[in-house]
């Protein structure tokens, strides 16, 4: 089942990261294709043939359908691979999971997206990823900047006392968090001494071999 997987990644964005981080954790083996997103390879025909919304990540299953984002990419996974669990095993851990997960992403990825897509001469026009193009607006990358600060924080408070962003047990939260505070150098904001729970999570993930991917 796995050969017929193909994965469609670039290995130096975020959003495919995610998916290759929680790959790695299910262990499931893939044939990985990359995607030049500094060339623009995402607009290309072969690529839209793939994916029109010119996004990464996607993986193509055995049977040829594609999962084009991270939260179906997640799901088919989490389906198909159970073990080990990563969106919870009780209703309890679940909504718990999707609600951090959630937040992670609105409060930490959307925000360091913000700030770079709306702040980067280079992305003039990309303000938004996908097939269409949108015009800069400056003060959102202003506000991204303060948002992505103001997550640190919540983040850091909900890891004072808890292991993991949604509890006790490593789950997609974590890959998806994790990957946020990464991200947010691109807008020079980082923890520091300010977030001490935050850097010894941080820090303790790094002990994955995931991570390194």
């Known amino acids: ?24 954790e299910k262990g499931v083996a893939h044939h990985t294709v990359q995607v030049d997103l500094r060339s623009g390879e995402q607009f290309s025909e072969t690529y839209r043939a793939v994916n029109p919304q010119c996004t990464v990540p996607a993986l193509k299953l055995p049977d040829g359908s594609v999962l084009n984002d991270n939260a179906a990419i997640a799901a088919w996974l989490e389906a198909a691979y159970p073990l080990p669990a990563l969106m919870g095993s009780t209703p309890q851990e679940k909504a718990a999971i999707a609600s951090w997960q959630w ?4 409060d930490g990825l959307f925000a360091v997206a913000e700030a ?7 992305m003039a026009n990309r303000a938004l990823p996908g097939p269409v193009n949108y015009a800069q607006i400056p003060e959102l990358a202003q506000r991204g900047v303060a948002r992505i600060s103001q997550f640190m924080v919540t983040l850091n408070d909900q890891l004072a006392d808890n292991d993991y962003v949604a509890g006790a047990a490593f789950s997609v939260a974590d890959i998806t968090a994790a990957v946020a505070m990464d991200f947010a150098r691109i807008v020079k904001v980082k923890p520091d001494e300010r977030h001490p729970h935050l850097l010894r999570w941080r820090a303790q993930l790094g002990q ?3 991570f390194a991917l």
Do not use: H, K, Q, V
């Open 1 to 24: 089942m796995t050969d017929n997987l193909t994965f469609y990644d670039c290995a130096t964005a975020p959003s495919p990261r995610r998916a290759r981080i929680l790959l790695a």
């Open 103 to 106: 937040r992670a992403e609105f």
């Open 208 to 210: 994955r071999p995931s």
């Open 116 to 122: 770079l897509r709306n702040g980067s001469p280079a």
